[in-house]
Structure formats: C-alpha cells, structure tokens
C-alpha cells in the first residue's frame, strides 16, 4: 500500500458542513482507498474549535488562505465576526494529522474558507467565487502535501499510480 490520504470529512460522508451537511464524494477511486484503509478523515473547521451548524464563513476581500496565513486577510463570518484563528488552528492540526500519517496527498473539499484548493469565495457572501485555496489548502501546500479538490479525484489516482 502506498501512503495515506487526508479527506475533508464531509467528503467521506460526514455531516459537518457549516450548514450540517455533507457532499459524500462518490467515486471508486475513493471507496478503493477506503477500502484499504489509506484515507485519513478530518474537518480542520471542527478540529479549529467550530460546531456544526456554525455561521457561514468567507475570505474577505476576494483574497485566500495564503493571505491569512500571512496576516494580509481575515476570514470573516456573516455577521462579521473574525473566525481567523480558529480556520489557522485548524490548519496546523490538519497538518499535524497529515505529517503523523504520512499523508502526501489531500483531497479536500472545493470552495471551503479551509479547504478550497481550485475556488474560494469572495468575501461578499454573494455566492461569488474566486481562484484560491483554503487557509489548510495553502498550509498543507506550503509543506508539500499535493492537494487536490473533490472534482479531481482522476488526477489523484493517476498521481497517486505514478508515485507507487
């Protein structure tokens, strides 16, 4: 077996979405690496202290996770309150997780103020996306764990046969 893989928790079924859903991601790839024990579940929002529901929650001024993480942006919720510490938390202990499984590779979900690797929002809670990635996006990136959105989970497998 190759090495693990981190997934956004609401992508293996979970409901821990802000709004207490899940997006299951159905895919034989992905019930082939749940099968052989290689996924790695986790919501870094929860692990950063969130509760499910919790207010929606966005990345202010069209900016991403690399601007939080270097003190450029806020991740805002709705209301207005700064949720940034949590979405940062959260990422270190993803990252945590992820270096204490060997994890090399994530697949997380697209569009999150944390997991969001192809779009995120733009802060305007408009429904407005934007290029950029998630605060644990760009964290596990910065650390060089390859992370891949829920709509590309062929170019994982094939990643993931190359490097095996």
Known sequence: MTGKILISACLAGLPVRYNGSAKPLLHEAVDRWRA???LVT???ELAGGFAVPRPPAEIEN???G???LDGRARVLEISGGDVSAA???GAHIALDVALAH???HALLIDGSPS???GFVYDGSFSGVRHVGKGVTAA????NGIAVYSDGQVDALARDLAETA
């Not at 964290?139 to 910065?142: N, P, V």
């Open 66 to 68: 690399d601007d939080v």
């Open 42 to 44: 986790l919501c870094p």
């Open 115 to 117: 997991c969001g690797s």
């Open 102 to 104: 060997g994890c090399r």
């Open 62 to 64: 069209g900016l991403d």
């Open 139 to 142: 964290l596990l990136r910065r």
């Open 36 to 38: 052989a024990g290689r």
């Open 87 to 89: 979405y940062i938390e």
